[in-house]
């Protein structure tokens, strides 16, 4: 069951982190609007990360017979949603910055695609869908990670100010990036979760 209500909650802050986005973006609704949308967001990628860790657990012990590599994919996926729910369990609370967790989340995508790979053969529909949403994690995470490479930490205190022509460039391109690895990474990841639940019945 935490299966289930983790993976429609992860489907609620997807839409609720995209719908503020664009909102912001494109300009069609008020701060007073947005900035709930987003604190929604943090809130509800903070418990369906904490109850998506027993799924990536069995999921990893299924997925490889309990070898070695299995248990090692289920600490990488564990750390990941455990460092996700803690920073925006943080952020729900206006503790730290509003992107520390695309870090994680990409470390997340990389195991997205292990496992999905690991079930090429017998689940194709996991494996089709699980490249992307696993690829779109890791452009989150990049986007974030070129920006941080380029300006250092002070991109956690606010926007960029008076970037050189190179960060410009930097700064678009990572928020094109973004934007794009967003729809099939955040919006992907639910509906991987919810179809991956046909290996749940598998011997561990």
């Known amino acids: 069951m935490l299966w289930v209500i983790g993976g429609v909650l ?8 995209l719908a503020a986005v664009e909102l912001r973006a494109w300009r069609l609704a008020p701060r ?14 903070a418990l369906q990360s904490a109850l998506l ?19 090692l994919a289920a600490v990488v996926a564990g750390t990941s949603l455990l460092a996700i729910a803690i920073l925006e369990a943080l952020r729900f ?3 730290g910055p509003d992107t520390l967790y695309m870090l ?30 696993g690829l779109g994690l ?11 490479l380029y300006f250092g930490s002070d991109v ?16 678009r391109a990572a928020h094109y990036t973004l ?12 509906i991987w979760v919810l179809v991956a639940r046909e290996l749940r019945d598998r011997s561990i």
């Open 32 to 45: 007073s609007i947005v900035a709930p949308l987003f604190r929604w967001h943090d809130g509800l990628t």
């Open 10 to 17: 992860a489907l609620l802050a997807s839409v609720t982190l």
């Open 179 to 190: 934007r794009i690895g967003s729809y099939p990474g955040r919006l992907g990841l639910p």
């Open 104 to 133: 994680p989340q990409g470390v997340l995508g990389a195991w997205v695609i292990m496992i999905s790979r690991r079930t090429a053969g017998t689940s194709p529909g996991v494996w089709r869908l699980g490249v992307p949403t």
């Open 138 to 148: 890791l452009l989150i995470a990049g986007s974030l990670a070129a920006v941080l």
């Open 53 to 71: 860790l027993p799924f990536a657990l069995r999921l990893s012990l299924i997925t490889s017979q309990r070898s070695s590599s299995g248990w």
């Open 93 to 95: 609370i206006n503790v």
């Open 156 to 171: 956690f205190a606010g926007t960029i100010r008076n970037p050189d022509r190179y960060g410009q460039l930097i700064n």
